[in-house]
């Protein structure tokens, strides 16, 4: 069972994030901003991350960064959510060193498949 690490500040879309996630079999770390989040990684290390953008104390650019420039977790598939579709905004994820994006409100399928392509191509 993979575990993915899911911090998102939205009460309502966090709590939909981690419905569809569990009853698809992952097992689900939960933090409300990056901070919490890269708090909890550090004593339970996480497969993938579902990172919203805009978080207080801590955002999603800032926590993938910490991840990326973290050897035991450089590798981790991240997938960023955020309200923000601007070219511009996902760009800045992608160089920042997000694996993909998807914007809210989101598809349940489409979470799910874009999390097993990550899951398949980063992780085997």
């Known amino acids: 069972m993979r575990t993915i690490l899911v911090a998102d500040d939205d009460d309502i879309f966090r709590e939909l994030v981690i419905e569809i ?18 708090e909890l990684l550090q004593g339970n290390p996480a497969d993938m991350a579902v990172l919203d953008l805009n978080m207080p104390r801590m ?16 590798e981790m598939p991240i997938l960023m959510l ?11 994820g992608y160089e920042r060193g997000a694996d993909d994006y998807l914007t809210k409100p989101f598809d349940q399928h489409m979470l799910l498949a874009r999390l097993r392509v990550l899951e398949r191509r980063i992780l085997g």
């Open 21 to 38: 996630l569990s009853t698809s079999g992952y097992k689900v770390l939960v933090a409300r901003d990056g901070q919490e989040a890269w």
């Open 59 to 74: 955002d999603g650019m800032e926590l993938t960064r910490h991840i990326r420039s973290d050897e035991r977790f450089r």
């Open 82 to 92: 955020t309200i923000r579709a601007m070219v511009e905004d996902q760009l800045s």
